[in-house]
C-alpha cells in the first residue's frame, strides 16, 4: 500500500478519470485535502465533476492512478472498512420517501450496525446528535416526503453524520435550493470543517466556494486546477472557464455574466457606497461605462436625495432631465441615445 504523511487526511496522485479506454474527461489529476479543510469542486456541466466525486468516494475506479485515504490506496481498502472513512452525499435520488427523518438518518449508521440492523443505544444517540446538528429535530417523525427541498438536503446530511466519517462528500447540496437554504447548509458545511472533517463539495455558485471553501478545485479543458480562490481568481482560472462565449467572470460579485463591451461613457456623481454600487450597475446593464471624473462633451449622472426619496439627474449638454428610478434612468439611456 502507499502511504502519505498524516497531514492528509485524502491524496489524489495522478488520477485519470474514463469510461472508455483511451478516452478521459480528466487527466493527471494530483491534489490533497486536510483535515478540517473544505474544497470546492466547481466546472461546466461534463466536465466531470460528479465522476470525480464519485471516484474519489470509493463509487467508481479510476482509470489510472491513486486515491489514497488515510494512508492506504482505497483499491485495498474492503467497502465496509471504507465506510468507515468516507461518507457521500448524492444530488438526491437516494431518498425512501415513505420513511420517517428518524428512519432515513438511521439508515447512514448501517456500517455499525450487526448483521441484523440492530440499533444500539450509542447508534440511537449519534442519529439523534446528527438530527439535532442539521436543525431537524422538530421533523424527526416527519415522512420524508412531505419535506421541503431545503430540509430533504439537511436529511441527506444528517445521515452522512450518523455514518460517523471523518471525510464528507457532495455533489451539488445546494443546487435547487432558495437563498435561505443555500446559505443554510453552507453554514451546516461549515460547522463540519469546524468539527476537523474533510468536506469537499461540487456548486455552480461562485460565491458560495469563494467565501466558504479554503481551495478550489476547477475542472476545465480535461486538467484539475487547485488552489486558494484569490490564487486562482488572480491567476484567471475562472476567466478560463468560459473564454470561448460570451461571459466574463464578475471579480467584484464573485459571478459569471454576460460579456457586454461598454463603448460609451458617462460620468457618474454618488451619493454614497450603496447608491453608487447600485447605479454603476444599472448603468453598465446599459452598456454605459460610469467614470468619476468629468470631461467635456460626456453626460453626467448626479444621485440626489429629497423628501420623496432618490433620484437621477441626467445632464447631456445642453439637455437636464430627472428621474425617480434606476428603471427609468436606464431605459432612458438604452432607447433614447
Do not use: C
Given at each position: 500500500?502507499?502511504?502519505?504523511?498524516?497531514e492528509?487526511?485524502?491524496?489524489?496522485?495522478?488520477?485519470?478519470?474514463?469510461y472508455?479506454?483511451?478516452?478521459?474527461?480528466?487527466?493527471?489529476?494530483?491534489?490533497s485535502?486536510?483535515?478540517?479543510?473544505?474544497?470546492?469542486?466547481?466546472?461546466?456541466?461534463?466536465?466531470?465533476?460528479?465522476?470525480?466525486?464519485?471516484?474519489?468516494?470509493?463509487?467508481?475506479?479510476?482509470?489510472r492512478?491513486?486515491?489514497?485515504v488515510?494512508?492506504?490506496?482505497?483499491?485495498?481498502?474492503?467497502?465496509?472498512?471504507?465506510?468507515f472513512?468516507?461518507?457521500?452525499?448524492?444530488?438526491?435520488?437516494?431518498?425512501?420517501?415513505?420513511?420517517?427523518?428518524?428512519?432515513?438518518?438511521?439508515?447512514?449508521?448501517?456500517?455499525?450496525?450487526?448483521?441484523?440492523?440492530?440499533?444500539?443505544?450509542?447508534?440511537?444517540?449519534?442519529?439523534?446528535?446528527?438530527?439535532?446538528?442539521?436543525?431537524?429535530?422538530?421533523?424527526?417523525?416527519?415522512?420524508?416526503?412531505?419535506?421541503?427541498?431545503?430540509?430533504?438536503?439537511?436529511?441527506?446530511?444528517?445521515?452522512?453524520?450518523?455514518?460517523?466519517?471523518?471525510?464528507?462528500?457532495?455533489?451539488?447540496?445546494?443546487?435547487?435550493?432558495?437563498?435561505?437554504?443555500?446559505?443554510?447548509?453552507?453554514?451546516?458545511?461549515?460547522?463540519?470543517?469546524?468539527?476537523?472533517?474533510?468536506?469537499?463539495?461540487?456548486?455552480?455558485e461562485?460565491?458560495?466556494?469563494f467565501?466558504?471553501?479554503?481551495?478550489?478545485?476547477?475542472?476545465?479543458?480535461?486538467?484539475?486546477?487547485?488552489?486558494?480562490?484569490?490564487?486562482?481568481?488572480?491567476?484567471?482560472?475562472?476567466?478560463?472557464?468560459?473564454?470561448e462565449?460570451k461571459?466574463?467572470?464578475?471579480?467584484?460579485?464573485?459571478r459569471?455574466?454576460?460579456?457586454?463591451?461598454?463603448?460609451?461613457?458617462?460620468?457618474?456623481?454618488?451619493?454614497?457606497d450603496?447608491?453608487?454600487?447600485?447605479?454603476?450597475?444599472?448603468?453598465?446593464?446599459?452598456?454605459?461605462?460610469?467614470?468619476?471624473?468629468?470631461?467635456?462633451?460626456?453626460?453626467?449622472v448626479?444621485?440626489?436625495?429629497?423628501?420623496?426619496?432618490?433620484?437621477?439627474?441626467?445632464?447631456?449638454?445642453?439637455?437636464?432631465?430627472?428621474?425617480?428610478s434606476?428603471y427609468?434612468?436606464?431605459?432612458?439611456?438604452?432607447?433614447?441615445?
Amino acid at each position: 500500500m502507499q502511504q502519505i504523511g498524516l497531514e492528509h487526511s485524502m491524496e489524489l496522485k495522478d488520477v485519470w478519470l474514463g469510461y472508455q479506454p483511451g478516452e478521459h474527461l480528466v487527466s493527471g489529476i494530483n491534489a490533497s485535502i486536510r483535515p478540517g479543510e473544505m474544497i470546492a469542486l466547481v466546472g461546466r456541466n461534463g466536465t466531470g465533476k460528479s465522476t470525480l466525486l464519485r471516484t474519489i468516494a470509493g463509487i467508481q475506479l479510476t482509470a489510472r492512478g491513486e486515491v489514497i485515504v488515510n494512508g492506504s490506496s482505497i483499491k485495498d481498502i474492503h467497502p465496509r472498512e471504507l465506510s468507515f472513512m468516507i461518507s457521500f452525499v448524492g444530488t438526491g435520488g437516494g431518498l425512501t420517501e415513505n420513511l420517517t427523518v428518524y428512519e432515513m438518518v438511521s439508515l447512514g449508521r448501517h456500517p455499525h450496525t450487526n448483521w441484523w440492523g440492530s440499533l444500539r443505544k450509542a447508534d440511537r444517540n449519534k442519529i439523534q446528535e446528527s438530527i439535532h446538528f442539521v436543525g431537524m429535530e422538530k421533523f424527526m417523525d416527519i415522512r420524508v416526503d412531505r419535506l421541503s427541498d431545503g430540509e430533504r438536503q439537511r436529511v441527506m446530511i444528517a445521515m452522512a453524520l450518523a455514518q460517523d466519517t471523518r471525510v464528507i462528500i457532495l455533489d451539488e447540496p445546494t443546487a435547487f435550493l432558495d437563498i435561505p437554504n443555500r446559505i443554510g447548509i453552507i453554514e451546516v458545511l461549515q460547522r463540519l470543517k469546524e468539527e476537523g472533517r474533510s468536506v469537499i463539495f461540487s456548486t455552480h455558485e461562485f460565491d458560495n466556494a469563494f467565501t466558504s471553501a479554503d481551495k478550489i478545485w476547477v475542472i476545465h479543458d480535461r486538467q484539475l486546477l487547485d488552489g486558494a480562490p484569490e490564487d486562482l481568481g488572480m491567476a484567471g482560472a475562472f476567466e478560463d472557464i468560459f473564454s470561448e462565449s460570451k461571459i466574463a467572470f464578475d471579480h467584484q460579485n464573485l459571478r459569471f455574466v454576460r460579456a457586454r463591451k461598454m463603448e460609451k461613457q458617462i460620468v457618474l456623481h454618488w451619493l454614497d457606497d450603496v447608491t453608487g454600487y447600485w447605479t454603476n450597475r444599472a448603468l453598465e446593464r446599459a452598456g454605459f461605462r460610469a467614470t468619476g471624473e468629468s470631461a467635456e462633451g460626456l453626460p453626467a449622472v448626479w444621485v440626489l436625495k429629497d423628501r420623496e426619496g432618490y433620484q437621477w439627474k441626467l445632464i447631456d449638454g445642453n439637455s437636464e432631465k430627472v428621474f425617480r428610478s434606476l428603471y427609468e434612468l436606464t431605459g432612458y439611456l438604452t432607447h433614447i441615445r
